[in-house]
């Protein structure tokens, strides 16, 4: 059980391009859900939390027009990066927190996302 | 604000031997301490965490960890590693009225070598 899924596993775009990213939680209901970039050979730097319903909460730095997200319902979060640059390039991760289960979180496999 | 730091960025070490990665924090009060072990292609696992209670803690696949407030540590350890242990490593501290958003070290790759 607790199982996440990101899709797609990994994308190539072109600059300029938007791609939206999905976080799902499959076998569990995810009242939180945080997204989370990690560059190659560094830590996983936490971007924003999404609340089912209401408006994410971003991190200091991170630019909310830049970087949409939406927690539709108890099982989906999508990020999508907006007109997308080469420096949006990394490895995108993120991770949902079981209804009802304190202090734990569950991550997706990650997406990595190549901006040519 | 919390920060970990992990300061090997790199351990080899041969199959059968003990393997203990280190990490260190910075935060006000007693936080809540992770180890998580990331896989090529994986999600990160969970490893073993530490709320409160018994400063040493067991975890999952022969690992634990030990709380050291004195040094602000929480290294992990295991007696003998396996090939299927090489991986990245990465402890996680998260505040106690924040627990969810998590602060991460810079992670320790592990190599096992036969």
């Known amino acids: 059980g607790a199982v996440v899924s990101q899709h797609p596993s990994w994308v190539i775009c072109k600059s300029g391009t938007s791609v939206k990213i999905e976080c799902r939680s499959l076998?569990?209901?995810?009242?939180?859900m945080f997204w989370y970039r990690q560059f190659p050979k560094q830590s996983l730097m936490l971007m924003a939390t999404?609340?089912?319903?209401?408006?994410?909460?971003?991190e200091q730095g991170v630019e909310k027009d830049k970087f949409l997200i939406n927690h539709a319902s108890l099982t989906l979060s999508t990020l999508t990066v907006t007109s997308a640059h080469p420096e949006d390039s990394s490895f995108y991760i993120c991770?949902?927190?079981?209804?009802?289960?304190?202090?734990?979180?569950?991550f997706g496999p990650g997406t990595r996302l190549t901006v040519l | 604000a919390q920060s970990v730091t992990q300061p090997d960025i790199h351990i080899t070490v041969s199959e059968g031997a003990s393997l203990e990665l280190r990490c260190n924090y910075s935060?006000?009060?007693?936080?809540?301490l992770f180890w998580y072990v990331q896989s090529p292609g994986q999600g990160l696992q969970l490893l073993l965490k530490y709320f409160s209670g018994d400063t040493l803690v067991q975890g999952i696949k022969g690992f634990e960890a030990e709380f050291k407030r004195s040094q602000s540590s929480f290294n992990l350890r295991k007696p003998s590693v396996h090939w299927s242990d090489a991986a990245e490593y990465f402890c996680a501290v998260g505040a106690t009225d924040s627990w969810g958003k998590l602060q991460f070290g810079a992670g320790t790759q592990v190599v096992v070598t036969p």
């Open positions: 991770s949902a927190h079981p209804a009802g289960l304190y202090n734990e979180q569950f």
């Open positions: 935060y006000g009060a007693t936080p809540y």
């Open positions: 076998d569990f209901q995810a009242t939180t």
């Open positions: 999404s609340n089912e319903g209401s408006k994410a909460t971003y």
